[in-house]
């Protein structure tokens, strides 16, 4: 609107975190039922690019690459999606980096 205020702005999205597993590395790790993702870690394709390969002539190399997503701008499959990229199975070296807000 016209008066300063915001509410044409896109809503901010917040993810729950609502269940976790007995086993999983999150409760170990301090995750809580009600913290907010903020943020997570995901890895995707890159290219790598050594000094000494570029002061060769060389030119860089694909690799896996460690990058954060931010949450409250991406679509809860989106952030599902870069969660599982750094697991095992998916290339990743198994460890997710989760920022979490606490309420209350």
Do not use: C, H
């Not at 694909?62 to 599982?84: D, H, M, Q």
């Amino acid at each position: 609107g016209g008066d300063g205020g915001d509410e044409d702005a896109p809503q901010a999205r917040q993810i729950v975190v609502t269940e976790l597993l007995d086993s999983g590395s999150a409760r170990g790790g301090g995750v809580e039922v009600g913290d907010l993702v903020r943020a997570t870690t995901y890895v995707t394709m890159g290219m790598s690019y050594p000094a000494w390969q570029l002061m060769l002539g060389g030119v860089g190399k694909p690799t896996l690459l460690k990058s954060v997503l931010a949450a409250e701008k991406a679509s809860f499959e989106t952030v599902l999606a870069a969660i599982g990229s750094n697991g095992q199975e998916a290339q990743g070296n198994g460890q997710v980096v989760l920022f979490v807000e606490r309420g209350g």
